[in-house]
């Protein structure tokens, strides 16, 4: 019986150990770490630019030492005395994109890239790690945050843009908080931007597992003003001035459209509470990009803004990757190895396909998949082949989805699975 008794008082202080997580190890504040990723094709680098400061803290209390997805790279917190574990966060980055691209091979560049943390109560060591296609790790820096520096920038008096929640589920501190950031939108453009940013936000709680989980979200739309309207065009010789900067030709693809301006993003949501990014570029012209927790940057005024944005945020907010592909392998094809497994869950190159749906594919079911008319129209899960921009060596779960087809009305059963799993991670 007292064996029992023993048992049952380690499980509750075990379970209150863990609910005390967050208020033992840090304050509700919130540090801001900006950093510099340098570098090319065989050789990259991390440095710490700034750290910055403001009251409240908007991200997740729970899992605070475990990420749903590996990423491209991620930031974990020590206890600097014992060096606990007490935060960690993965993310990827449009710098690590641009390192599989053949300017890579022949030129150094530099990114911005900022992450936002709890603010630790005790001196922190915050271990950044860069990881290459190969799942190799490719860079990594270490340094302190004292929570005590007096070189930390505090913000908090700074006051926040004008906002307005399009959804709230909820308190920032139990929910999700998007904010929605308007580009190339001018002053006199904001009525505009706010029906853009509404269009998105009910586009995206339209879809599943979004849709089942919305009181755990909050959209904020935040008016972020540019001096000129619509977005540079540089194979057009358009430069303009917008709230990030963003522009076409990004890597030289002339339809990605993104921003390195990182830490004007940052500025322009300071005292908002915001985890997640979704940029709407005033334009009509197709484009955008999603990167896992960093943005969304997506054309509000193309005829498939609606597919798009929620394509988008399933890579940004999701992790999820490109289920489309090309015939002769063009755009991209080298951001994955195909003799590695890639980390997002919904392709495989079947290195490691026990760690993605093989326990979603009904038993008997071929691999390379068949496509069939059925198996389309019912979005049956198998392993069919392209994916990940190449027609070989990737798979893919369905033969339609979100991730692949802006026709697709819904997200395929493992992608929505996995995005399942991100909200949970975060919110429950």
């Known amino acids: 019986m007292r064996r029992l008794f023993l048992v049952a008082v380690a499980i509750i202080s075990s379970t209150a150990l863990f609910a005390q997580s967050f208020e033992t190890n840090f304050h509700d ?21 700034d750290l910055s400061s403001t009251e409240g803290w908007w991200g997740r209390r729970i899992n605070l030492a475990t990420v749903p997805l590996k990423g491209n790279g991620d930031l974990t917190l020590y206890d600097a005395e014992s060096q606990e574990v007490i935060y960690k966060t993965s993310f990827s980055s449009l710098f690590q994109e641009w390192i599989t691209t053949p300017e890579a091979q022949s030129a150094t560049h530099s990114f911005e890239f900022t992450l936002l943390v709890p603010k630790p109560q005790r001196k922190a060591v915050a271990e950044l790690v860069l990881r290459v296609n190969t799942g190799e790790v490719g860079a990594t820096l270490r340094h302190t945050i004292n929570p ?28 999700i908080d998007v904010v929605i950031l308007a580009e190339g939108y001018t002053v006199d453009e904001m009525p505009m931007f706010m029906e853009d940013a509404l269009v998105a936000t ?13 009181d755990k979200f909050n959209f904020i739309a935040v008016a972020s003003p540019s001096a000129d309207s ?11 001035e917008t709230a990030v900067g963003s522009n076409f030709m990004t890597f030289y693809m002339e339809r990605y459209l993104t921003s390195g301006n990182v830490y004007a993003m940052y500025d322009l949501v300071t005292n908002i509470p915001a985890e997640h990014f979704i940029i709407l570029a005033n334009t009509d012209t197709y484009g955008g990009g999603g990167i896992y927790n960093s943005y969304t940057l997506t054309t509000a005024h193309h005829p498939a803004f609606r597919p798009v944005v929620v394509h988008e945020f399933g890579h940004s907010f999701g ?18 190895s195909v003799a590695h497994e890639p980390w997002e869950p919904n392709i495989t190159t079947l290195v490691d396909f026990e760690s993605k749906w093989a326990d979603m594919v009904e038993e008997g079911t071929e691999i390379p998949t068949v496509v ?10 198998g392993v ?7 027609s070989k060596g990737i ?3 369905a033969d339609v989805c979100r991730m692949r087809n802006n026709a697709a009305e819904r997200f395929c059963p493992v992608c929505e699975r996995a995005i399942e799993r991100v909200i949970l991670h975060q919110a429950e």
């Open 395 to 397: 798979y893919r779960p």
């Open 372 to 381: 069939t008319p059925e198996r389309t129209a019912n979005y049956t899960v």
């Open 384 to 390: 069919y082949e392209g994916g990940g921009y190449r």
């Open 29 to 49: 504040a919130t540090i801001r770490i900006d950093y510099t990723f340098a570098g090319n094709a065989n050789e990259q680098f991390v440095a710490l630019r």
């Open 202 to 214: 009910e586009e995206i709680l339209s879809y599943e597992p979004f849709k089942s989980h919305r």
């Open 148 to 175: 005590e520096d007096v070189l930390i920038r505090d913000r908090s008096g700074q006051q926040p843009l004008p906002h307005k929640y399009l959804h709230k589920g909820g308190d920032s501190k139990e929910c």
């Open 319 to 336: 992790g999820l990757g490109d289920e489309y592909f090309y015939e002769g392998n063009l755009d991209n094809d080298e951001m994955h």
């Open 230 to 240: 619509n977005v540079s065009v540089p194979q057009e010789d358009a430069w303009r």
